[in-house]
């Protein structure tokens, strides 16, 4: 009983940080966050493609590199590592963006009426628990929501704004 417990309150302050989390880089970040919620209402089912050739591509490189360096001497340890590493991080980032983008989504549809702040923080915990949900959160909804954010994320990165022009 008391393992349940624990994983219970885990979860709610993994839920309580992701939450700030979103709320900092949405304050910090705020063109690249909306670009990016632009994207994944635009276009969910390019992003989602994008998104896991993506994740599989950078992810397989950076786990191959991992497990060579794991074998191999201290010099070239580093030399595999250090890249790894840096793939690992730019995945992070993008994995970052990408969900504060599905939680601005999630915030505008099944909140609308409140203010932006709580819509983040509601959202974020919606969709932590939701994630947290065994097996169908696991397996399928996170990385559904990781693919598509990415993907909306790079697709994002390569749109171009249109200028408007008034007369």
Do not use: H
Not at 147 to 159: D, H, K, R, S
């Amino acid at each position: 009983m008391t393992d349940i417990l624990q994983t219970f309150f885990i979860i709610i302050l993994v839920t309580i940080a992701l939450a700030a989390y979103f709320l900092v880089i949405g304050a910090l970040f705020k063109n690249r966050a909306d670009k990016t919620r632009r994207m994944i209402t635009a276009m969910p089912g390019r992003s989602f493609g994008v998104g896991l050739v993506n994740f599989a591509f950078f992810g397989t490189i950076a786990l191959v590199l991992l497990s060579l360096a794991e074998n191999a001497g201290s010099v070239v340890k580093v030399i595999l590592t250090l890249p790894a590493l840096l793939i690992t991080a730019v995945l992070a980032i993008m994995l970052s963006f990408g969900l504060l983008g599905m939680v601005s989504l999630l915030g505008e549809r099944i909140f609308p009426e409140v203010s932006a702040v709580k819509q983040t923080v509601f959202a974020a915990a919606v969709l932590s628990f939701a994630c947290a949900l065994p097996v169908v959160g696991w397996f399928l909804l996170f990385p559904y929501a990781g693919c598509v954010g990415i993907g909306a994320f790079i697709l994002g990165l390569f749109q171009r704004e249109t200028p408007v022009i008034t007369p």
